[in-house]
C-alpha cells in the first residue's frame, strides 16, 4: 500500500501509456470510444471495468467542480476515457486496498483538498463509493468553508446517492452550518433548493432537533429569512423544539421588515417559549427585535422591557410604553424575581439610547455602570460611550477616548478594529477644532499625544523598529489632513520629524511596502491610490518646516514614492 503522490511527481500517463506493446495492447482493449457529438458506446467493455469506474469518471456539476486540478490537464482527459483500474489508481496515487478503509480515503481527500486538486479528490471519492461518505462530507465542507461555493456543495449533496455515497447522521448538519457560514446570502434559486431539501427531510422523518436548528440558522443567511417560519409550519409534532431553536426563530423575526408583523411573530414565539426555557438568552433577543425596530414608539419599548425582567437598581425608569405597543401577557411564566443584568442586555440598552440621540442617557448609564457594576460593560458599551463623547465634547475628547480604551485593554487584551478606528475619529474630531488649530501648544500636545497612542496601540516592531499596521495609516493620515488646515509654522519641527520619521520607517521596514503590493490591495486601485497621494501631499506640505538636515531625506522619499506609485498604477 503507498500513499498519497502528486502526478506531478509520479510517471506522466501519456509516457506511462507508451510502455511496451502489452500495455498498450490492453489499452486498446478497455479504452472507451465515442463519436464527436454522440455518447454510444462503440467498444464494450469487459464486466470487470464497469460500475464504479463508470461513475468515478462522470462529472456532471457545477463549473467549479469541472475545474481540473494543476496536475491534470489533457492527461485527465484520457483518464476519463479508460476503465481500467491500474491507470486510475495510478493517477490517483492510490491502491485497492486504501479504498476499502473509509478513513485512509477521508485523509488522503484531506491532502488533496490542501493542494486544490479537487477533481482528483472527487474522482477518487466516488472510487470508494460507500466507504467515501466522510470524504465526502469533507469535500463538501471545503467547498463551503474555503471556497465560499454553496451550489457546488449542494450539487455533491444532491449526487451523493446517485454515486453510491450514503448521507451518514452528520451530513445534513454539515451542509446546512456550512451554508449559514457563507460570507454571502444564499441567492433566492439556492434558498429554494434547501427549501426543499429540509422538506424532503421532514417528510421522510429524517428530522432530528441538531439538524433542525442548523436548517434554521441556514435560512437565516438567506435573501428571505421568512422561510424560516415555513419550515417551521412543515415540523412534525413529534419534534420538540429546544432553546437554540426559539432563539433562531426571534432572529428570523428581526429581519421581517414590516415593524408590526415583526413585532406580532416576535410575540408569538416568546409566548410559546416554555417556562423552563426562559434564559437570558431568550429574553435578549426578544427584547432586540423590539430594539431593531423603526418606529421610535416601538424601538423605545425595549426599554420598558428590560426594566419589567431585569433588576435595573439605580438606572431611572422609562416612561410608559406607548399604546401602540402590543406587549404580551407574561403571567403564565411566574417569573418570581427578576434577573440580573448582563453585558448584552446593558450594551443593547445603551444602543437604544444611542440610536434614538439621547446622547445624555448613554453617559449617565455607561458611568453608573462603570462605578457600580464594571462586569456589565462589554466592548460595544466602551464603543457607545467613546461615540457619544465625540459628539457632545469634541474640543476634550481625546483624553476620555485614550482613558477608556487603555482600560478596555488591560480589561479583555484585544480590542476591536471598530473601537480603535472610533478612538481614531474623537481625535479627528478634536483637531478640527480652532482652539487646537490656532494654538501652538495645544496643536503640539495633542500631537504627541497622538503619536504615543499610535505607536503603543496601533504598531508593531520589526528589528525592534517601530512600524505602523496597515489600517493605522489609513487613520493617521485622515487625522494629519486636518492639521493640513492649521498653520503650517505651528508644528514644532522635532513633532514633524518624528512623524515623517515613522513615515519612513513604516515604508522601509515593510509594514505598508508589503501590504500595498498585495494581490488584493492591488485590486482595490482606489484605495491603494489614496495612501500613496496622501505620503506625498504630506511631504509636501511640510517639507518647508523641517529642518534642512532632514529636508533632502524627505525629498528622497517623496520622490521614491512618487516612482513606486507611478509604478502601481501602470500595473493596475
Known amino acids: 500500500m503507498f500513499g498519497l503522490r502528486s502526478l506531478n511527481k509520479t510517471l506522466p500517463f501519456k509516457s506511462y501509456l507508451s510502455k511496451g506493446p502489452r500495455i498498450k495492447q490492453r489499452l486498446n482493449n478497455v479504452i472507451r470510444l465515442q463519436l464527436p457529438n454522440n455518447s454510444k458506446v462503440l467498444a464494450k467493455p469487459s ?21 481540473s486540478g494543476r496536475s491534470f490537464d489533457d492527461n485527465f482527459e484520457r483518464l476519463k476515457e479508460t ?23 477521508a485523509l488522503d481527500v484531506m491532502k488533496l483538498c490542501k493542494k486544490k486538486e479537487l477533481h482528483k479528490a472527487l474522482m477518487l471519492t466516488k472510487l470508494a463509493n460507500r466507504r467515501g461518505a466522510v470524504a465526502m462530507n469533507y ?41 449559514a457560514k457563507l460570507q454571502r446570502p444564499l441567492s433566492k434559486a439556492l434558498t429554494n433548493t434547501v427549501f426543499e431539501i429540509i422538506k424532503g427531510l421532514i417528510t421522510t422523518s429524517q428530522m432530528n432537533i441538531i439538524t433542525l436548528n442548523a436548517a434554521f440558522n441556514c435560512l437565516l443567511n438567506s435573501s428571505n429569512p421568512e422561510y424560516v ?33 415583526a413585532i406580532d411573530q416576535a410575540n408569538a414565539v416568546i409566548k410559546s417559549v416554555p417556562k423552563e426555557l426562559v434564559t437570558n438568552r431568550i429574553l435578549f433577543h426578544y427584547i432586540n427585535v423590539w430594539n431593531m425596530r423603526d418606529n421610535p414608539d416601538l424601538s423605545r419599548t425595549a426599554l420598558n422591557l428590560i426594566h ?87 474640543a476634550t475628547c481625546i483624553p476620555y477616548s485614550l482613558e477608556l480604551y487603555r482600560e478596555l485593554h488591560i480589561k479583555q487584551k484585544a480590542v476591536s478594529k471598530s473601537v480603535l478606528l472610533a478612538v481614531y475619529e474623537s481625535m479627528a474630531r ?97 484605495y491603494t491610490t489614496f495612501v500613496y497621494r496622501e505620503i506625498i501631499r504630506f511631504c509636501e506640505n511640510f517639507t518647508k518646516n523641517a529642518r534642512p538636515d ?19 498604477r501602470l500595473e493596475i
Open 139 to 179: 469535500l463538501m465542507e471545503f467547498y463551503m468553508r474555503q471556497l465560499q461555493d454553496g451550489k457546488s456543495a449542494i450539487d455533491l449533496y444532491n449526487y451523493r446517492k446517485k454515486w453510491g455515497i450514503p448521507i451518514t447522521d452528520a451530513t445534513n448538519t454539515i451542509l446546512f452550518s456550512g451554508l
Open 550 to 568: 532632514s529636508t533632502s531625506r524627505i525629498l528622497e522619499f517623496k520622490s521614491m514614492l512618487q516612482e513606486q506609485h507611478r509604478k502601481l
Open 308 to 394: 419589567r425582567f431585569y433588576n435595573c437598581g439605580g438606572l431611572n425608569r422609562p416612561p410608559k410604553a406607548p399604546a401602540i405597543a402590543r406587549i404580551p401577557n407574561f403571567e403564565e411564566w411566574s417569573i418570581r424575581s427578576k434577573l440580573s443584568l448582563d453585558d448584552h442586555i446593558c450594551a443593547l440598552m445603551l444602543e437604544n439610547y444611542f440610536k434614538r440621540k439621547l446622547w445624555n442617557k448613554v453617559d449617565e448609564h455607561f458611568n453608573y455602570l462603570r462605578d457600580q457594576d464594571p462586569s456589565c460593560l462589554n466592548e460595544k458599551a466602551y464603543l457607545y460611550a467613546i461615540k457619544v463623547r465625540a459628539i457632545e465634547k469634541p
Open 83 to 105: 476503465k481500467s483500474k491500474d491507470y486510475i489508481y495510478t493517477a490517483l496515487g492510490v491502491s485497492g486496498n486504501q479504498l476499502k478503509d473509509s478513513k485512509l480515503v
Open 47 to 67: 464486466k470487470k471495468h464497469n460500475g464504479r469506474i463508470k461513475r468515478a469518471t462522470e462529472f456532471k456539476s457545477s463549473k467549479k467542480l469541472q475545474s
Open 229 to 261: 417560519f415555513k419550515a417551521l409550519k412543515l415540523k412534525s409534532s413529534n419534534l420538540v423544539l429546544d432553546e437554540i431553536s426559539y432563539e433562531m426563530l426571534l432572529r428570523a423575526a428581526l429581519f421581517i421588515r414590516n415593524d408590526f408583523e
Open 430 to 526: 478634536q483637531l478640527e477644532k480652532k482652539s487646537i488649530q490656532n494654538n501652538k501648544t495645544n496643536l503640539n500636545t495633542t500631537l504627541k499625544t497622538i503619536h504615543s497612542f499610535v505607536t503603543q496601540y496601533d504598531s508593531l516592531k520589526i528589528n525592534g523598529t517601530v512600524v505602523l499596521n496597515i489600517r493605522s495609516w489609513y487613520a493617521y493620515l485622515k487625522l494629519l489632513s486636518y492639521f493640513k488646515k492649521s498653520k503650517a509654522d505651528l508644528i514644532h519641527p522635532e513633532r514633524l520629524e518624528a512623524i515623517v520619521t515613522l513615515f519612513i520607517s513604516s515604508f522601509e521596514n515593510s509594514a505598508l511596502n508589503l501590504q500595498l503590493s498585495n494581490k488584493e490591495l492591488k485590486n482595490s486601485a482606489s
